[in-house]
């Protein structure tokens, strides 16, 4: 069975580090894209960037590009979302999918999702 | 970059009755697109990939249709359990979501 298990809440002060990560299991770790998705109180879902971890491959959007880095530990299947400084605009839900992968190793649609880790930003 | 369009933002239906969601990009995404459900409090369930290929386990009053630019995600006889937020997202280039539509009970 698939699984992607996000680890906990968090509350954090402005300017603070943060990493958050995501465990998966179930298939092979390193032939998928795990992406990681933004959901703002209220609000959206927003697609910030994906990690092949294969080869440890990442692609941001140009929204979250400088601003979050993507990583993966191949070792323990587990993908990574980091902030070395936050701001109270990072306050949000965050989710870890995974991308199907097509034919020519593109990614495609998001078929299994973690179960959300709620970052809390406050001074 | 692609912007995805989705409308209504709200619709406004009553069990067993149809709804019609639609989503467009501002450019052609081929039939890279998905259509997603999210319930309050929970993690968004893939419905629809590839324009109109249902994902597994959805029941079969779930079709999408569309390519290029214009999209559609159908409910023939809504559920009690259909009421939530919807949201494509293309994965053409790069990948982005649409701004969601609340189907609610009417």
């Known amino acids: ?123 | 970059e692609i912007v995805m369009t989705q409308s209504p933002a709200t619709l406004s239906v009553s069990p067993g009755e149809r709804a019609t969601l639609s989503c467009r990009a501002s450019q052609s995404v081929n039939s890279n697109l998905a259509w997603y459900q999210q319930k309050p409090g929970r993690a968004p369930r893939l419905l629809i990939y590839a324009a109109s290929t249902r994902a597994t386990g959805i029941p079969g009053r779930f079709s999408g249709s569309g390519s290029g630019t214009e999209f559609t995600l159908t409910i023939s006889s809504l559920q009690s359990e259909d009421f939530a937020v919807y949201y494509c997202q293309q994965y053409n280039n790069w990948a982005a979501f649409g701004q969601g539509t609340k189907l609610e009970i009417k």
């Open chain 1, 1 to 123: 069975e698939v699984q992607l298990v996000q680890s906990g809440a968090e509350v954090k002060k402005p300017g603070e580090f943060l990493k958050i990560s995501c465990e998966t299991s179930g298939y092979s770790f390193t032939t998928f894209w795990i992406a990681w998705v933004r959901q703002m109180p209220g609000k959206g879902l927003e697609w910030m960037g994906v990690i092949y971890p294969g080869d440890s491959g990442t692609r941001y959007s140009p929204s979250f590009q400088g601003q979050v880095t993507i990583s993966a530990a191949k070792s323990i299947s587990t993908a990574y979302l980091q902030w070395n400084s936050l701001r109270a605009s990072d306050t949000a839900m965050y989710y870890c999918a995974r991308h199907i992968v097509g034919g020519d190793g593109a990614y495609r649609h998001l078929d299994y999702w973690g179960q959300g880790a709620l970052v809390t930003v406050s001074s």
